[in-house]
């Protein structure tokens, strides 16, 4: 069982954001949690990121690799972990000050559940941002709500080492959306404890970030993430069907709007996943 007195893991993977990157450290090295290590994956960055590491000290753990992605930094920050808890944050949003605090409290009160998530704060470009009700936060089993779209903020998660030693690690073939392939194979079988405090904040709205950099065709990658789960893992009747119609639904949109853009290879394959996985195919 966690307690307050089980020590965290804190995991940040950054690359080339020495400008945002102090904030997000000092929002958890001035947390209140009595015990926690600080992991920063340098993902290969080339600016200012080594300098501002090095100031720290022993304040923190710094990692270094060659680019390889969020879900590779990731990956390495679990590895090297020493902790039994393990909270992430990305390198451009922070912790409000009570946030480990209040989670592992929280985690501690439901000793059978292995991941949880918090309600967070958005800003885009500096100024708040009302979130939608397709993005509202909730708890249990999220399979279904987790098909059409990522609704587990990063930042927000706090997981026991336990989750990746069952389900495995981020997928490293992901540019992005990794994180919607780890959150459907983790809710096919483990609820989501959802902690409904706003305990992070997230910043958004740059040209920098992959979600912007991958926002058109995105889908293709969440596409992709529903064939590995459909071929890869076994699925309960239910959560089949679920996850065979959201696939038609999203190759059917994505293929034939590469069709209207002239790619067709792409819209071809698509296509051709919707006569697959659809029912009335079979």
Not at 22 to 35: E, G, H, K, N, T
Not at 115 to 122: D, G, L
Not at 151 to 168: K, N, P
Not at 251 to 279: F, T
Request: charged share 25%.
């Amino acid at each position: 069982m966690a307690s307050l007195s089980t020590p965290v893991s804190v995991i940040i993977p950054t690359y080339n954001r020495a400008v945002f990157l102090a904030r997000a450290i000092d929002s958890v090295l001035s947390q209140s949690y009595p015990d926690f290590e600080l992991i920063v994956v340098d993902d290969g960055s080339t600016d200012e990121t080594q300098a501002l590491l090095a100031s720290y000290g022993e304040n923190l753990k710094v990692l270094r690799q060659e680019n390889r992605g969020p879900a590779a930094a990731r990956n390495a920050g679990i590895r090297a972990a020493r902790h039994p808890l393990l909270a992430f944050l990305d390198s451009d949003d922070q912790f409000a000050p009570n946030k480990l605090v209040q989670q592992a409290a929280a985690m501690e009160a439901q000793p059978d559940l292995l991941i949880s998530h918090t309600q967070e704060t958005w800003f885009r470009n500096g100024c708040h941002l009302n979130q939608k009700k397709r993005h509202a936060k909730e708890g249990g089993n999220i399979f279904a709500r987790s098909l059409e779209l990522c609704v587990v903020g990063m930042s927000t998660v706090m997981a026991r080492q336990e989750l990746f030693d069952r389900i495995g690690l981020f997928d490293e073939s992901f540019p992005c959306c990794e994180d919607y392939e780890l959150w459907l194979r983790a809710s096919i079988l483990h609820p989501f404890l959802l902690v409904d405090m706003p305990l992070t904040i997230k910043h958004g709205g740059r040209p920098d970030q992959v979600s912007v950099q991958f926002r058109v065709g995105m889908d293709r990658f969440r596409i992709r993430a529903l064939e590995k789960l459909l071929v890869d893992v076994s699925l309960t009747p239910d959560h089949l069907r679920l996850a065979r119609e959201e696939l038609v639904r999203k190759a059917g949109i994505y293929g034939n709007g590469c069709l209207k853009h002239g790619q067709n290879e792409e819209g071809k394959r698509c296509l051709a996943l919707v006569s697959q996985y659809s029912y009335t195919s079979v």
